[in-house]
């Protein structure tokens, strides 16, 4: 297939090199200069501008988007839409929220532009050895993709999850998951560490992974990040939220329907980011006033 790629970061970079190696004829584009030329230097035809790049793709054009969620991606669809025809497509191949998506596609129903979003899982490895690909949009836009996706998808890592914006709604709650997934594998990790029984720490992860019941993809990134130092010396405490368990909370809430544990991970990874917590300091004060408990001042040693 003849696809327009913009955004050649570390993700798209990898998509564009993977799909080009299985015959697929790409013109990337991304406002980077060094991407363009690593991309160049990976075999990928790169074009100059977007009206460059439409102009190169045959007729109805095909336009993929690996770009950040948000203005980014917002202000390319519209530019593109004043370049773009009645029949071609683009599709968002980023982590964009689920709710712009659906203006996204209203909007260009309006230009009779057509429109796809799919949710890309598996990060930068995956996307060199086959990421999971969750497709939103028409059946009959996803069956012409079909090809382009198998080439960039794990075998069988792929499925059309509905209409218009199903896709990033299903990588939405896909994230919210993995949030508390990450936690609870964090929270074991620190069990571990903190006993004061003699315990092989990496030995356990380990045997964890290669045959008992929690072995699982992230897990063996756990092992991998510990490989080098086991007592993360060095690697602070501040983890960010992408914004995805966040969209997943804030549907949970509007659905009603329980998320304690993602709800709880979320909330972890907020504490990690305060370098005080008011919260926290309020009930050390509270205890002392309550049942006379020692209050530690923060410049106790």
């Not at 990588?171 to 006993?195: D, F, P, R």
């Not at 019941?213 to 897990?219: D, N």
Request: charged share 25%; hydrophobic share 40%; proline share 3%.
């Amino acid at each position: 297939m003849q696809i327009g790629f913009i955004g050649l970061g570390k993700m798209g970079l990898e998509m564009a090199a993977r799909a080009a190696s299985d015959g697929h004829a790409l013109i990337g584009c991304d406002t980077c200069e060094a991407a363009c030329e690593r991309a160049a230097k990976r075999g990928i035809k790169v074009a100059a501008s977007m009206q460059e790049m439409v102009n190169a793709l045959e007729k109805p054009c095909i336009i993929w988007l690996q770009t950040p969620p948000g203005t980014i991606t917002n202000t390319i669809i519209k530019e593109l839409s004043e370049l773009l025809k009645e029949g071609d497509m683009v599709i968002d191949g980023g982590n964009s929220d689920f709710r712009d998506t659906k203006k996204t596609a209203d909007y260009l129903m309006e230009k009779n532009i057509r429109f796809m979003d799919i949710g890309v899982s598996g990060g930068v490895a995956g996307a060199k050895k086959g990421c999971g690909m969750l497709i939103g949009g028409t059946k009959e836009d996803y069956e012409r993709m079909i090809p382009f996706i198998k080439s960039l998808a794990a075998p069988g890592g792929y499925a059309h999850c509905g209409g218009t914006a199903a896709g990033h709604y299903a990588k939405t709650i896909h994230n919210g998951v993995e949030y508390a997934i990450m936690q609870a594998y964090a929270e074991g990790y620190e069990m571990l560490m903190s006993s004061e029984i003699d315990v092989d720490v990496l030995g356990s992860l380990q045997a964890y992974q290669n045959g008992c019941s929690i072995r699982s993809h992230i897990l063996g990134k756990v092992i991998e990040a510990l490989q080098p130092d086991v007592a993360l010396e060095g690697v602070a405490d501040y983890v960010a939220d992408s914004g995805m368990g966040r969209w997943t909370i804030e549907e949970a809430t509007r659905l009603k329907v329980p998320t304690p544990t993602i709800s709880a991970a979320l909330q972890a990874r907020f504490r990690s980011q305060q370098e005080d917590s008011l919260s926290m300091q309020c009930i050390a004060a509270l205890r002392g006033t309550i049942g006379g408990h020692p209050v530690k001042r923060k410049d106790s040693k």
